[in-house]
């Protein structure tokens, strides 16, 4: 049987739920350190968050935020959870978001060591753009149309 999750669009009233993906994500949170820096309540700013579901526990997550004149993309699934296609469904489903409102630049920042993920943002049209340090790298994907 395939197991079905689903994406939820959630806002800053759901920040309880951001709060539990946050505290079991495991160490796939250290890698993510969006938040580390920023109080929960940050995603009233962002375009569009969105969490992964099982059962409505929330295993997965992703966002579009507006800094300035650029869109940030950032994605984060829980440990336990990774391998099993949930990377995919969010960019998926962002990407499409994107297109949808023709925001035609999206950039993001990953370690470089997570070549797991840099291989999907490959597939997902995101190029390298330079090194933002030693260690994290700053990738960008051009749609074909103009806004």
């Known amino acids: 049987m395939v197991k079905s999750f689903e994406i939820k669009e959630i806002s800053v009233d759901d920040t309880q739920v951001l709060r539990n993906f946050i505290d079991n994500a495991g160490n796939s949170i250290e890698s993510f350190r969006y938040f ?66 023709k925001m035609s630049d999206l950039f993001l920042s990953v ?3 997570n070549t797991i993920a840099i291989k999907m943002y490959e597939n997902f049209n ?6 933002l340090s030693e260690n994290v790298l700053l990738m960008k994907r051009k749609c074909d149309y103009e806004i």
């Open 36 to 101: 580390n820096t920023r109080p929960l309540e940050i995603i009233s700013n962002h375009v569009i968050t969105v969490v992964v579901l099982d059962d409505k526990i929330p295993v997965g997550y992703g966002h579009l935020d507006k800094e300035d004149d650029k869109i940030w993309f950032g994605i984060a699934i829980s440990e336990q959870y990774k391998g099993k296609g949930l990377g995919k469904k969010i960019m998926q489903y962002l990407t499409d978001y994107a297109d949808r409102k």
């Open 111 to 113: 370690d470089k060591s």
């Open 126 to 131: 995101f190029l390298k753009v330079k090194d």
